[in-house]
């Protein structure tokens, strides 16, 4: 069993940046893949980031890529996600995702995440 939690959003002006966090639990967090999904009012969950077991490979969406960049501390149990050059329509709630698989499709397509957060609101004001 894997929970997490994560922190880290508020409020910033248009061009700002942000760094969420989530806070892994259990001894096996090394094992799994971690990403950030994204869901704004009104609209369907999106997928931002994912970074695997090592923090070697990532994958972004291209609406945040040269952006966002995620990283990860094993030694931490944590998963960063820095946030450069926000935007108001990245304004949503962020969750953190756990997941043993590490393919484009398991995360793009978010197939079925195995562990999620409850989530951290980011507003971008204009």
């Known amino acids: 069993q894997v929970q997490l939690v994560e922190s880290g959003g508020g409020l910033v002006q248009a061009g700002g940046s942000l760094r969420l966090s989530c806070a892994a639990s259990?001894?096996?967090?090394?094992?799994?893949?971690m990403g950030w999904f994204r869901q704004a009012p009104g609209k369907e969950r999106e997928f931002v980031a994912a970074i695997n077991w090592s923090g070697g490979n990532t994958y972004y969406a291209n609406s945040v890529k040269g952006r966002f960049t995620i990283s990860r501390a094993n030694a931490k149990n944590t998963v960063f996600l820095q946030m450069n050059s926000l935007k108001p329509e990245d304004t949503a709630v962020y969750y953190c995702a756990a997941d043993r698989r590490w393919t484009s499709s398991t995360w793009y397509r978010e197939e079925g995440m195995a562990y999620w957060g409850k989530g951290t609101l980011v507003t971008v004001s204009s």
């Open positions: 259990g001894r096996t967090f090394g094992s799994y893949a």
